[in-house]
């Protein structure tokens, strides 16, 4: 078994609290990404619903208005890949589970993320996230 560095096994814990924060979004309460994100007015943040927002206070607002439309939902991180770099490190996964629709479906979820985090004092922050859901690309580049 390879063993991890320090800044690696923070990042993934990081990514590990990111499914955490991500699933309290998705049943309605969005505060715990106040933990997670870096409040620095270089954060980004460009959703899988076509979003794009700069700085703490817009993906705030963002992350926000979903959790309040959001009925809830379960996901977990699949294929983690983790690069540390210094204080900087890049996150591709996917997060699978169940998403809860307005009519009140449950529907599975599949969404490519990418993060990336800065180690500010000492502890791994969140500082730009993308996301987009794999259904879409699926069907277009499958159908003839």
């Known amino acids: 078994m390879t063993r991890l560095s320090n800044d690696e096994a923070g990042v993934r814990s990081a990514v590990d609290q990111w499914i955490v924060v991500l699933n309290a979004m998705l049943n309605g ?7 997670l994100y870096s409040h620095a007015r ?3 943040y460009m959703g899988a619903e076509g979003t794009y927002r700069i700085g703490w206070d817009a993906t705030y607002a963002d ?6 439309k959001s009925t809830g939902g379960q996901v977990d991180a699949a294929d983690v890949h983790v690069v ?6 890049a996150v591709q996964h996917f ?5 809860r629709q307005p009519d009140g479906q449950m529907n599975e979820a599949k969404v490519r ?11 791994w922050k969140m500082i730009a996230h993308h996301a987009d859901g794999v ?10």
């Open 95 to 99: 997060s699978r589970g169940h998403v």
């Open 135 to 144: 259904p879409y690309w699926e069907k277009a580049f499958t159908e003839s």
């Open 63 to 68: 992350w926000s208005a979903q959790a309040e």
């Open 84 to 89: 540390v770099s210094g204080d900087l490190a």
């Open 42 to 44: 270089d954060v980004t």
């Open 113 to 123: 993320e990418s993060s990336v985090f800065r180690k500010e004092n000492g502890t």
């Open 29 to 35: 309460d969005p505060k715990p990404l106040a933990g």
